[in-house]
């Protein structure tokens, strides 16, 4: 499915086409896809929230697939081995982020789906070293979304901040993919979710399912002070009763890579030592960690699927508000 020119969902921008098999370079894979999860990024990069970079370009970045050829350089991996391919493409591995742990923050990155093509394909390639082998436990349609939607809840909950679980109070703003994910991993932990989000029908009734103490609207106030908040639902306007919702000391998430323009905040919201703290992107450590925990847990996605040639009809739907759970491409 490419896209030459972003344009609103509605108007359907992706088109179907056949285009030649990449060929791996040497320190590549080529993965045949099976899966890939639809993502509001991807929708942001459709939409042109985000810049083009390339044209045309093949959008996704939740990639599930089979390897079936491997580069000469290639050591570590092997043909017919089940893989992912999440949104971090590659890094310079020698800027001074890069060199400190922080290559989620390279100087010179490249992003599946948004500077190189993703697996809305039959065929993707990746760097070898950027691919993440997969828990047995997880269907090639269930791991899909953890391959942003869960590795993104993921550093969402480490930059909360938190150390001790245990009885902690913890505000999720959206309840899409990502909070679905990390309701699970934020419950395995022990901490108390309060879930704020707009549709009862969908999203709140499946928060309480998983374990939601609380849900309410999407500017609703917690019956509870919260240790910490996470807004996944790129809505700037949500900041600042997110912030009310914190007790002294609280810390909150923003973590999407594109959000509306946030309202001017009065600094009482920010006093006694409250912090906001945005997410940018994934380490693979993150990935690696994500995935481990998320096996140990029985994490389980809720999934709607579509067939390849539907992806605009999923980035719509997503768009609306209307997937329960992630939306997942079948390839």
Not at 203 to 226: C, F, N, R, Y
Request: glycine letters at 10%; a negative charge.
């Amino acid at each position: 499915m490419l896209l030459d020119t972003p344009a609103p969902i509605e108007t359907h921008p992706l088109r179907l086409a056949d285009v030649p098999i990449p060929e791996p370079a040497a320190d590549e894979v080529l993965i045949q896809v099976r899966a890939c999860g639809v993502c509001r990024t991807d929708l942001h990069v459709v939409e042109g929230d985000l810049e083009m970079r390339r044209s045309p370009i093949i959008p996704g970045h939740q990639v599930v697939g089979t390897i079936t050829g491997l580069g000469s350089d290639v050591r570590d991996r092997a043909a017919g081995e089940r893989v992912g391919v999440a949104w971090l493409h590659r890094t310079c591995g020698c800027c001074s982020f890069c060199t400190s742990q922080r290559e989620n923050l390279c100087d010179a990155p490249d992003f599946t789906g948004w500077t190189v093509h993703g697996g809305f394909a039959e065929y993707v390639v990746a760097p070898a070293a950027f691919t993440y082998p997969l828990p047995d436990g997880f269907s090639d349609l269930q791991a899909a979304p953890l391959l942003c939607a869960g590795i993104i809840g993921y550093r969402c909950l480490r930059k909360t901040g938190i150390e001790d679980w245990s009885g902690a109070r913890l505000g999720l703003y959206g309840f899409g993919a990502a909070g679905h994910v990390a309701i699970q991993i934020a419950r395995a932990r022990g901490a108390e979710v309060y879930v704020c989000t707009r549709d009862r029908e969908k999203h709140q009734a499946l928060a309480e399912e998983l374990g939601a103490v609380w849900t309410g609207g999407t500017i609703d106030k917690p019956p509870v002070a919260l240790d910490a908040g996470i807004i996944f639902a790129p809505a700037g306007e949500i900041v600042p009763a997110a912030l009310s919702h914190l007790d002294k000391g609280g810390t909150l998430v923003l973590g999407g890579i594109h959000m509306s323009p946030i309202p001017e905040l009065a600094y009482e919201l920010l006093y006694r030592e409250r912090a906001v703290c945005s997410v940018a992107n994934n380490t693979r450590e993150d990935g690696h960690a994500f995935l481990r925990e998320a096996a140990t847990v029985a994490v389980r996605t809720h999934i709607e699927t579509f067939p390849l040639e539907d992806a605009n009809t999923a980035l719509d739907r997503l768009q609306h508000d209307g997937i329960r759970g992630a939306a997942v491409l079948t390839v």
